[in-house]
């Protein structure tokens, strides 16, 4: 039986907290939900929900730091809710990591929409698994973690996982902006553009490319990028 997906909701206020936990249900998702950072990071170290959903504005600690450290650590997919509208907090929100940027307010639906988005994206293909070797490297996806030829591990975040796996499904062929906006989701535009930027930019640094001649992800200037290594599954 395929387990039931958990999302943990974190928010200060309860009316929002009430209307998305009872909008998820219905949806037929477990969840969890949480006024206080602290009471929320107090859940993760019994469980491991599958997205979670975070306020920025939070009455005991700063909602960007905890994304960061949640897409590092966590392996889920984080999502923002927040009531900041300008670009630049989304720009911000998405380059520490988070997948996907809510602004309020919204209608429950649309995240729930989003969540099972963001879901059918995660699941791997059977045909590919969870590990694949290329260059020195083998992308452990189930851990998150890259591991080079010594056995030494560099931890990866989901949002940098995502598109990692764009590329090694796709080993020298031409992915344009325009098809990296389709299969990872995320309105096009400028925060967009940046975000991919940043994420691709720590994946280089994480896989020790030299920037100014990479030797598995290459920017084709005004088209978009290939990964030039070889790729094995399984």
Not at 130 to 139: K, L, P, S, T
């Amino acid at each position: 039986m395929t387990p039931v997906p958990l999302v943990t909701i974190l928010d200060d206020e309860p009316a929002i907290r009430t209307m998305l936990a009872e909008a998820l249900e219905e949806a037929g998702f477990r969840t969890m939900a949480f006024g206080r950072a602290t009471e929320f990071e107090a859940a993760l170290r019994r469980t491991n929900p599958d997205v979670c959903l975070v306020d920025l504005s939070l009455p005991d600690r700063d909602g960007l730091s905890l994304v960061h450290r949640l897409a590092l650590e966590q392996g889920a997919t984080v999502i923002i809710i927040s009531g900041r509208a300008q670009v630049q907090d989304r720009v911000t929100g998405l380059e520490l990591g988070a997948d996907d940027y809510i602004i309020k307010p919204f209608d429950p639906a649309e995240v729930v929409a989003r969540i099972r988005a963001r879901l059918r994206r995660g699941t791997p293909a059977p045909a590919t698994g969870e590990v694949a070797r290329f260059g020195g490297w083998v992308a452990h996806f189930d851990r998150y973690v890259l591991e080079d030829e010594t056995g030494s591990e560099t931890p990866f975040s989901h949002a940098e996982g995502e598109v990692l796996r764009l590329f090694l499904e796709r080993p020298k062929r031409l992915i344009s902006r325009q098809a990296m906006q389709e299969a990872l989701g995320g309105a096009a535009g400028e925060s967009f553009d940046r975000a991919m930027d940043v994420r691709i930019s720590r994946l280089r640094t994480k896989l020790r490319e030299d920037p100014k001649n990479p030797r598995l992800i290459k920017t084709i200037y005004g088209a978009g990028y290939i990964f030039l290594g070889d790729v094995a599954w399984g």
